[in-house]
Nanobody
Framework: QVQLVESGGGLVQPGGSLRLSCAVS????????MAWYRQAPGKQRELVAR???????NYVDSVKGRFTISRDIAKNTVYLQMSSLKSEDTAVFYC?????????WGQGTQVTVSS
């Protein structure tokens, strides 16, 4: 059974940094595409960053140069390092895994950027 558990969200001031973690069980992250999505109030869930099984990454334009997705295969954990945070980054962030065409989601972690 695949399970994803996010952590690391919280309240941060504009310009600050946070690191989100997604601990995965039930499968090996190195064999799968992993991603971070976010959903702001009243908006659709959007893809933020993705890391493919080979290690290639891509990002939505609005976070390029500010966010970095990475993984620790030994810990079976994916991270999202966020810096230069803006108020518009406020959202619930979700970890996502794609395996055999099926999507798995974590429960989400709230990130609030406010002074």
């Amino acid at each position: 059974q695949v399970q994803l558990v996010e952590s690391g969200g919280g309240l941060v001031q504009p310009g600050g940094s946070l690191r989100l973690s997604c601990a995965v069980s039930g499968t090996i992250i190195g064999f799968n595409t992993m991603a971070w999505y976010r959903q702001a109030p009243g908006k659709q869930r959007e893809l933020v960053a993705r890391i493919f099984s080979g290690g290639t990454t891509n990002y939505v334009d609005s976070v390029k140069g500010r966010f970095t997705i990475s993984r620790d295969i030994a810990k079976n954990t994916v991270y999202l390092q966020m810096s230069s945070l803006k108020s518009e980054d406020t959202a619930v962030f979700y970890c996502n895994l794609i395996r055999s065409g099926q999507y798995y989601w974590g429960q989400g972690t709230q990130v609030t950027v406010s002074s």
